[in-house]
């Protein structure tokens, strides 16, 4: 049953409607921002038997954010960690984070870089290459502001959400082959704190 083993597993280049912007500019133009991983979010969904929805999640993210009012400067970069992965069964766990699938010791992150990104108001258009498991796959997401405030620091908020295949990046078995979609749905809400002001 070791259902999340292909959860990032998968690649793409589709995407899905991320959430709608709260009217707020990106702000602050040639400013960093470091991605805090407590109050950020990576959750996963990949069917299972052909039947429900299975949610898990990854609990370690990290990452920066370059903003700036000229697109060609924006750089995104995120990490998460493979070995985080929460099921929550111990069992499952272990199982995908071993060998058969995951392989969390030979590949222990999973990230994604921009190469390119378009502005249109909150709305970002990203192109960039997501590495998992060995393998690397070009990735269009649209990214979403979410919110913005003021607590022990200036912080931003960005959503995504889109859908990848784990057979792209190589993660398959037998069981999970005859148990789980190819297809993994993923959310990645980021809280951002501005690095220089924390």
């Known amino acids: 049953m070791k259902v999340i083993a292909l959860v990032l597993a998968a690649s793409a280049a589709w995407f899905a409607t991320a959430p709608a912007p709260v009217g707020a500019p990106l702000a602050l133009p040639g400013s960093d921002w470091s991605v805090d991983g407590v109050h950020s979010s990576v959750v996963f969904k990949i069917k299972h ?62 990230t994604f870089t921009s190469t390119k990104v378009q502005k249109n108001g909150d709305m970002m258009l990203v192109d960039g290459e997501l590495s998992l498991h060995g393998n690397k796959k070009a990735l269009t997401l649209k990214v979403a502001k979410t919110g913005e405030g003021d607590f022990m620091g200036k912080r931003q908020g960005f959503e995504t959400s889109f859908q990848i295949k784990r057979s792209d990046f190589g993660i398959k078995s037998k069981q999970a082959d005859s148990g789980l979609s190819d297809e993994v749905l993923l959310t990645v809400s980021l809280e951002c704190v501005q690095a220089d002001k924390k």
């Open 49 to 110: 038997a052909g039947t429900a929805w299975f949610y898990g999640v990854f609990k370690d993210v990290s990452g920066t954010i370059t903003l700036d009012d000229k697109p060609e400067n924006i750089k995104i970069a995120v990490k998460v960690a493979t070995d985080s992965i929460d099921t929550r069964n111990a069992d499952r766990d272990k199982h995908v984070k071993g060998p058969d699938l995951f392989d969390s010791k030979q590949f222990p992150d999973m």
